[in-house]
């Protein structure tokens, strides 16, 4: 049963730092990597994708990479900014479900 | 940008009563979800939808939950009699195909409470 595991679970940057959330999986044989960001109270938004065959995607300032065969990933954000501040979501794709993390909660201080 | 679209978005019902929550799609994706996020948990999978049939479904989507696909662009979840431990958000997704590279796009969630 693939388990799902994020750190630190919760972080709070000055802004313009870079940082690193990080992702671990227990099941390697996935589809997908996939990484939400989740405002309070509203739905998931999808930042990045990632193919098991792939070792990294970049969207603008956020970059994920993948290595399956150590169970990580990792989401790192470029000069944070305040409207970075939500919680952070990895999801492992296996067949047609996604596996979620708890999530890691960025707050980023002006 | 097209978007998974769901109502109401938020719900209050008695224990024991029926609930239907509504979702649309985004129009040329084929396969379709359902999730669940009690407070201060994970999210979880509920069920995958494809071809007018469930593909997967989770544990938790016991005889109480079923899911409908009743025209071109409606997808619903019902919950049959209602308990307590069902309050959470529920959402909805859709992707184009199933499997590799292949996002799932999300709705901003139905906030289910039941009293």
């Known amino acids: 049963k693939q388990e799902v595991t994020q750190i630190p679970a919760a972080l709070s940057v000055p802004e313009g730092e870079n940082l690193v959330l990080n992702c671990s999986f227990t099941?390697?044989?996935?589809?997908?990597l996939q990484w939400f960001r989740q405002d309070p109270g509203k739905g998931l938004t999808s930042l990045l994708l990632?193919?098991?065959?792939?070792r990294e995607q970049t969207s603008g300032r956020l970059n994920a990479s993948l290595d399956k065969s150590s169970g990580r990933s990792t989401l790192y954000i470029a000069a944070s900014q305040p409207g970075d501040s939500a919680t952070y979501l990895c999801?492992?794709?296996?067949?047609?479900?996604?596996?979620f993390g708890a999530g890691t909660i960025l707050r980023v201080k002006s | 940008e097209p978007e998974v679209t769901q109502t109401p978005s938020h719900q209050v019902t008695q224990m024991g009563q029926e609930v239907i929550l509504r979702c649309v799609p985004i129009?040329?994706?084929?396969?379709f979800y359902w999730y669940r996020q009690i407070l201060g948990q994970k999210v979880e999978f509920l069920v995958s939808?494809?071809?007018?049939?469930?593909?997967?479904k989770s544990e938790i989507f016991d005889d109480q939950f079923s899911v409908e696909r009743p025209d071109g662009s409606n997808f619903t979840l019902k919950i049959r009699s209602t308990k307590l431990e069902d309050s959470a958000m529920y959402f909805c997704?859709?992707?184009?195909?199933?499997?590799?590279?292949?996002?799932?796009?999300f709705g901003d969630g139905t906030r289910l409470s039941i009293l």
């Open positions: 997704a859709s992707s184009v195909g199933g499997g590799l590279n292949q996002p799932q796009h």
């Open positions: 099941d390697s044989a996935i589809y997908n």
């Open positions: 990632i193919q098991s065959s792939q």
């Open positions: 999801a492992a794709q296996g067949g047609n479900k996604l596996v």
């Open positions: 129009s040329n994706h084929l396969y």
């Open positions: 939808f494809y071809n007018n049939e469930i593909s997967e």
